[in-house]
């Protein structure tokens, strides 16, 4: 698989403004999809562009191209991948203190498959990484850019949640307090890291 072209590069390349050329780009993408003798398309990834085979046609593809071994990703690593997409730039610590267990494990799972990396560092004591998404990620989910995230709707409040089960663990990940909670068990295969206060993360 190929990668994407910044707009950025597109232009040092051609010497076009980028207006021109995502113009440019947006007509050729409406071109191929309204073609259906055409087996292309043109993705957007955030400020990137890609050409790629269309996805009704990635059976066919698939079956021409070398086998391949695919690797999947556990519950476990689809959960922190899922905090580090909607609070990015977040924190280990943070990803543990949102899901109450240790996730070395999911986290060096996911920079291995490159769907997250670190992004920069937290200005506080002991200068923490912190971590983001992708481009990868932005291809393997078929999202343009981090605002095509699926809205989290309203589930139960943290008491109602404690009433129901004390062993689930809440998320914010929609920055609205108490209007927006996931809840995650741990998997049997973790362990549980003690809960501490938001001031000493």
Known sequence: ?????????????TG??????????????EIYNNDDSRGITIIRLDESYQLCTKTDLYEYVRVMAE?????????AALEVLSIVAYNQPVT????????GVNSDGSLARLLEFGLVQEV???DAPGR?????????????????????LPKVE???????????????YAMDITGEGEEGKLYIHPTED????PQFDEEEM
């Open 16 to 29: 076009v403004e980028k207006d021109t050329l995502k113009a440019a780009i947006e007509e050729l993408t």
């Open 92 to 99: 280990r610590s943070s990803i543990e203190y949102i899901r």
């Open 190 to 193: 973790e362990t549980e890291v």
């Open 1 to 13: 698989m190929g990668d994407s072209v910044s707009l950025d590069k597109l232009a040092e390349t």
């Open 120 to 122: 920069g560092r937290l």
């Open 67 to 75: 086998k391949r071994t695919r690797n999947s990703l556990s519950n």
């Open 128 to 148: 923490p990484v912190l971590f983001g998404t992708t481009e990868e990620f932005l291809r393997c989910f078929a999202l343009s850019d981090l605002t095509d």
């Open 154 to 168: 309203k589930t139960l409040s943290l008491d109602e949640m404690a009433d129901r089960n004390q062993d689930q």
